[in-house]
């Protein structure tokens, strides 16, 4: 056995902000508003799941949700002990109770894969359980400057035994495979037999599927198949295979027990949990404390074969750093993240916590390997089953973009991963080229079971499209575009010159070019014709793949003949794209001067709000589709989307226009709504507006306003918090600016700003990478500061005025102008 | 054991058409044209499960699949030994893999139940098997005037010992739970043991749910529990529980065996088979008959308790009268029904065989008890489980309606039974008052699991109206008016109020009424606004409605005062009824003169059929729905069926330019198609297209052409080839005439004809029932002839003339038209 060498502390003293804590019987538990973490101050009963996800950890790869080590003990109250794996999964065939060509026919689950966190205390012959005995103190701590998980309580049992319990954890930032436990244990007043069982149990299940009979159905006994166990010493691994997916996973173990006190060890198997158990006679004040290094391997990463190796030499390299240091690593990449990326609000505690949270946790849920990606509720609960949709290029990605760009990148390569099987699914959908990407997926096959709102939002092509065009426009990194990116983008245009065609509208004689059967972002209308999102984003991509191929063509000309070639791809097809650009049907009532989200939304039968029970809502729960599709209601912002992504396409007054009446008539049942309503809101001066949806954003899953953060939190509303702050008061856009170059005139991106304070708020600061340089705009009641933090230094636009920020002239102080009056 | 007194006769000699007939191997079985029968001469393989169908017996609660009484004995032939009742079905959860409020929650599929038909031979130590031995003579006839099924074979084992067997089978018409078979056995070259084992065989599954994993997973189990079993000498029944509908079921058998040889009778059971042996010491030359009568009774028209005894009863009035008796009946009420439904056509025997057997098939399927209809394949198999569609209303109605009134009413009378569960149903889709009825079902409940072509197409509710309307103009019958019919109409009537609203379509001033987010007949377009069937239809339906409340108003207003108070139905409704159909939105395209199937229809990309090859028909299996519904392409008459079913508000023209647009675009996958499209080609002077589209309809069964039919036969199909003949060739429609009566100006239903004569036929004829009377239109080249056939007189139009039938003159004959050119 391994000698451990961390040197023994005392327990520290447990800070609690209410020393009289007892086990809580509210219904709703708040926290304490703190700037960089989240405190729970007495034991959650109703909302033991809730905070066991907002409390969750992970990297991105692994996610763990808040149980303790020893799990959840309590009869009756709400728990899911789940680990999840980014981009591990098991599929299932799709039953659908009436069949058709080109269905989705398989679905794929993020899986609960085993439970490699346990550690079970035994007193003497007492069982720590928080059923019985007294909880003397408890308190939990989500840090979101060390990364770390912390949990201090103290509890005597029924027998009248005091212990003190420190435990902490963190996954790791820098290796994704690996986490790790310190679990202090200090008898206070006793002294005596003190065991420590430290196991894996594989005996897990996904709750959710356990429910859904569909999963229930497809799947004739466990998911996971134990292949081998291996046991060496502190060392302990499985290795399971996944039954459908044929997935491999090894989870190993290696514990290392830190105590003055002589203690035996034995393995220990019992059912499907296998670990050591450690017998230690404590001695009273005395700390023992268990390190447990953890770590998840899998066949999507490495050869199948290698799996249990390649944990062993992981688990020992970590057990020689020990968890001290892993905690000062885990504290250095979050101060560099910070560093880059902080934002910073002033005159309300809650938000400023609301918005670290939401940015911490977009951290830890984002894969950044290249074939993972960000799923609709991170690595923190199996809502929506682990899947990827479009919530990561148009709300999430620009997080990244502008706060951690090689992130970024990351998720572009893994569409660029999986460009195959959306060649394929084209296919499938009867395209003889182009490639259409899927509405939800974990590893790139369409999973929607539901096309209506699924496979028919072909928008998600455009979104990954403008995505890829963001990103050139803020990194200019060629040699992505080169690579991957024009491929992606040229190939997914091609799929609307397969949808759409030209003809003439009712009583028009102009040609135009109409996309019909599609649904937009609002899924509480489907396949209609001439999404006005919809249509507006293919124009926005059928221009942008006729540029690339422009400034292919003019500057990489052998690039882009190999590439033409790869994808057969001729200047016919580009005569086309560029003509049905030009003649895009952008449905607009006149009369009204507001945009039409579809050709039909303005003839809809207006929806009885008044008479709609406030119990009613989200309407998806209350009433059937036919009802909700044939009115003229909305889930979330459609119209007012395009009005952000294409912002100057669009005059100031039809924003202000589009607003009111789409503001009028729309439910934000959606948790992507009310980010872009408060964008749009502070664009056209409705500041109250646009304070109120975005506090609606920023807090979503802290105050569990959709009432489901137990199911997972909402990444899209995280990543819709930063963009309000960015975008909304911000009013941060990309503008294209003409410049004179060796080859005539050429447009260049960029930034502009046009920030506003809500008068709420004494300030606020956030900070932008662009174009290899790093920005922070600061801004008050007088003034707007600009600061280059990194870099040789930029232009940008500040309400019309152009300032470049020098290395020689680092900030510039800007008067703020006189606020607009409040249109609201 | 009861002495059987039936005269034994000797065995007819068996009328071959071919006496070498062997096994045949063909995979295309024809039969051969004959005016009032099918004849297999040769034994069915490939083909086996088709002939099943095709030679099924029912009587529209019984229906049996014309399995031998052996059962398939032959390995790899394709079989599904199916007996089915009317209306006695299992439920089933629907299971969605995505989920949405207000789905249809509960499946109902029509049960495979116990098979009563099993007579199981052995002739010494063999079993008579057609694997083995040789099948020396075979041909199998079912019989459109007598209603029997009869089998004819001679067969020598492998030990030489030859038989004659000479079977035959009655569903009968008279007493719905009944059905009969006789069992003729002759040892023609040995004297010798041959043995009867007559059972019931409870070891039944439907073939479609065993191969439907919602099916399977849906019902744990099997679906028939046995409660109950009675043996007492030569009666034996069974009494069976489903397990999820909860529905009981007796199944009985009564033998009786005429010989004049000895024999001894025993009891048999043998797993889920139970029944009676009988061995004979047959002599050489001598027939033995086996009759056996069965019967179905089912808790849905009986107490559970009492079905075993009032099984036993009926059987044993069933063996006093004797299959002769049973078969004298049935052959009497077969020609009162050709007497008065017949239809003839010379000069094509195929297709009067296709005729008839159309008409026999539609007799044998409809259920005629009020709680009961007709299935989209009758009782002929398992596909559409059972249900029953708008089928039923616009293409099975008329012919009973103007051929067996009687029948027609019942069917009404099924809508009203169910009446409270299409108000449910409404109240499910969020309307506060009004009803709708189900796309498919069978007992009222919604059973569509895939709403977009299901719950989508509320023109059934209007289809309902219709048929109601047509039935008081053809029968005057105010008394199912008042008690079932108007409360139908107003019921359903409401719904259009809650679907559509008032409004002002793009660029117009004046409002209309729109109807959005429906099906139309149409289901290669799904989900559109304003489909013009669906309009035109419920514009018909709100002045029905109208209509009637007025004409019980005056003529019955203590009546319509209890109706009114009954649905609380106001004035303002009918105020708004009047508007909306006033104001009613008809799309037609001004430019090209014709009408829009929907909004968008002439806006949608037009389908590529030359680049479609053949095989990829029907689209539906080789097209995922959303490239469907995105092309201008249908798979069956929609704006045409309302030309027909509407026909005085169209011009001629108008409809010769929709026929010649949606022709073009039309594939016909449904079959529901070619029989509309045939009716409008004769009335704008397409001649051999009618006759083309008439001929694929005709024979749709016989000649198998949708590749289906061994899942059942096309009921709908059938009864349009009947439409075929009177609305198409005959031009028979209603139209309204004017009258001065008692309280002012009246209209009157009066039949109108405007016969054409394909010119491939030497003549036709078909009869109508029409306000109490019966008439007769025989058509040649030379003349059109109408007779009064019964009853005292009618007025009707031949082509703009006026003529009066009377029993005084109760035959005219009037020249025809010169045909006109054939545009086609």
């Known amino acids: 056995m391994a000698k451990c060498n961390k040197q023994l502390q005392q327990p520290d003293t447990i800070k ?52 303790a080590e020893e799990g959840e003990q309590r009869a009756n109250v709400p728990s899911l002990n789940g680990s999840y794996l980014n981009g591990f999964y098991e599929s299932e065939a799709i039953q659908y109770p009436e069949n058709a060509y080109g269905l989705a026919r398989t679905n794929q689950f993020m899986l609960n894969v085993p439970n490699a966190k346990c550690i079970e205390l035994h007193i003497e012959d007492e069982v720590f359980d928080l059923q019985r005995g007294s909880l003397d103190q408890y308190q939990r701590h989500l840090d979101f400057k060390t990364g770390l998980l912390t949990r201090t309580l103290q509890w005597t049992s029924p027998k009248g035994r005091s212990i003190r319990l420190h435990s902490q954890r963190l996954v790791s930032f820098d290796n994704k495979h690996l986490f790790a436990i310190s679990y202090e244990v200090t008898p206070l007043n006793f002294s005596g037999r003190i065991s420590l069982t430290s196991s894996i149990d594989s005996a897990v299940k996904n709750i959710e599927a356990g429910d859904d009979p569909r999963v229930g159905s497809a799947i004739s006994g466990p998911v996971l198949h134990k292949l081998e166990v291996m046991q060496d010493g502190d060392f302990t691994a499985t290795l399971h295979r996944t039954h459908n997916s044929g997935l491999c996973l090894a989870t190993a173990q290696q514990n290392c027990l830190h105590t003055t006190a002589s203690y035996t060890s034995t393995l220990q198997q019992s059912g499907e949990k296998i670990g050591q158990r450690f017998d230690v006679d404590a001695v009273q004040g005395q700390v023992i404390c268990l390190e447990k290094f953890c770590s998840y391997y899998s066949s999507r990463d490495f050869p199948a074969a290698s799996l249990l190796t390649t944990s062993k030499q992981a688990l020992v390299m970590a057990q020689v750093q020990g968890f001290t240091q892993l905690a000062k690593a885990q504290r250095a990449y979050l101060d560099d993240f910070w560093a880059q990326a902080d934002v910073r609000v002033s005159g309300d505690a809650a938000l400023q916590q609301g918005i670290h949270f939401n940015m911490f946790h977009l951290l830890q849920s984002v894969g950044r390997d290249g074939k993972t990606n960000i799923a609709a509720k991170g690595l923190t609960g199996e809502g929506y089953e682990g899947h990827y949709f479009w919530d990561t290029e148009i ?55 539901y096309f209506p709102a699924g496979t028919a939002q072909y928008h998600i092509n455009a979104d990954i499209a403008y995505s890829i065009k963001l990103y050139m426009e803020a990194t200019g990194d060629t040699d992505f575009l080169l690579k991957q990116g024009a491929e ?39 396949q209609v014709n001439n999404n006005y999102y919809t ?13 690339i191929v422009t400034q292919l063509q003019t500057q990489h000309a052998e690039d882009y003949h190999q590439l033409a070639k790869k994808i057969s791809l001729d200047n016919a097809e580009l005569d086309a794209w560029q003509r049905a650009a030009a003649l895009m049907f952008l449905p607009y009532d006149a009369e009204r001067g507001i945009h039409e989200q579809d050709d039909s939304f303005l003839n809809k039968k207006p929806w009885d709000f008044a008479a709609t029970p406030k119990d009613n809502y989200p309407l998806l729960l209350h009433y059937h589709p036919l009802v909700i599709y044939r009115h003229q209601v909305c889930k979330q912002a459609d119209v007012l989307l395009a009005l952000l992504l294409l912002s100057d396409q669009f005059a100031l007054d039809d924003k202000r226009r589009d607003f009111d009446f789409y503001e009028a008539v729309t439910t934000h049942d959606s948790s992507l709504s009310t980010c872009i309503f408060s964008i749009i809101a502070a664009e056209v001066g409705y500041h109250d507006k646009a304070y109120d949806y975005f506090m609606q954003t920023a807090r979503l899953d802290l105050d569990n306003t959709h009432g489901n953060t137990h199911y997972g939190v909402h990444t899209a509303a995280m990543g819709g918090t930063w963009l309000g702050i960015a975008y909304g008061f911000g009013g941060m856009r990309i503008r294209h600016v003409h410049t004179e170059g060796g080859s005539g005139e050429q447009t260049r991106a960029q930034l502009s700003f046009a920030p506003v304070l809500p008068r709420q708020w004494q300030d606020y600061q956030f900070r932008v990478h662009f174009q290899g340089q790093l920005l922070e705009l600061e801004v008050n009641q007088s003034h707007a500061t600009y600061r280059l933090l990194r870099g040789n230094g930029v232009k940008l636009n500040h309400g019309g005025q152009v300032l470049e920020l020098t290395t020689e002239q680092p900030v510039w102080m800007l008067s703020m102008p006189a606020q607009e009056p409040n249109h609201a």
Not at 38 to 64: C, K, M, P
Request: proline residues 4%; aromatic residues 12%.
């Open 16 to 67: 609690m902000k209410d020393d009289t804590v007892q086990l809580s019987d509210a219904t709703h538990l708040s926290f304490p508003p703190e700037s960089w973490g989240l405190t729970e101050q007495s034991l959650a009963d109703v909302n033991n799941q809730l905070n066991e996800t907002l409390f969750a950890l992970g990297n991105g790869y692994i996610g763990l949700r808040a149980c």
């Open 395 to 449: 709300y999430i990605f620009p997080f990244f973009l502008y706060n951690k760009p090689e992130i970024a990148k990351k998720l572009l390569e893994y569409r660029y991963q999986y460009l195959p099987q959306a060649r394929e699914r084209a296919r499938q959908l009867s395209h003889a080229s182009g490639a259409l990407y899927p509405w939800r997926t974990i590893d790139g096959e369409e999973c929607s079971a």
């Open 488 to 526: 992606i983008v040229l190939e997914t245009a091609r799929l609307w010159m397969g949808l759409g065609h030209f003809t003439r509208m009712r009583g028009q004689q102009q040609e135009v070019f109409c996309i019909n059967e599609v649904t937009g972002p609002d899924e509480y209308t489907a």
């Open 535 to 547: 249509n507006a984003m293919a124009q926005m991509h059928l221009r942008f793949a006729v540029d």
